[in-house]
């Protein structure tokens, strides 16, 4: 229903920054909260920042300082900016969004998850 589309990914040197993109499309019809996640191999996937329609934003502990999310809701977009990456910050990033859409005169809620980008930290 609502297909999201990460970009950003790579290998980083420690220290170093990156910054991945999120697109979502298809008939929106409004987006409650945007987000990314992160999943480390033999770990559970964890929360890493998210931000409400209304600009509240949420990090987790390990990256409070380091990361900084953003959204564009005119382009149902969400950035998230990481610095000072650390090699723990190696995983896959999920991009998530929750919110309405519509087809036709019914409108439904969705949950969508973007197909993950390789984050790559070297020590």
């Known amino acids: 229903q609502v297909p999201l589309v990460e970009s950003g990914g790579g290998l980083v040197q420690a220290g170093g920054s990156l910054r991945l993109s999120c697109v979502a499309s298809g008939s929106i019809f409004s987006i409650d909260a945007m987000g990314w996640y992160r999943q480390a191999p033999g770990k559970q996937r964890e929360l890493v920042a998210s931000?409400?329609?209304?600009?509240?934003?949420a990090y987790a502990d390990s990256v409070k300082g380091r990361c900084t999310i953003s959204r564009d809701g005119a382009k149902n977009t969400v950035t998230l900016q990481m610095q000072s990456l650390k090699p723990e910050d190696t995983a896959v990033y999920y991009c998530?969004?929750?919110?309405?859409?519509?087809?036709?005169?019914?409108?439904?809620?969705?949950?969508?998850w973007g197909q993950g980008t390789q984050v790559t930290v070297s020590s």
């Open positions: 931000i409400t329609s209304g600009g509240r934003t």
């Open positions: 998530n969004a929750e919110g309405r859409y519509s087809r036709g005169s019914y409108v439904g809620t969705f949950g969508s």
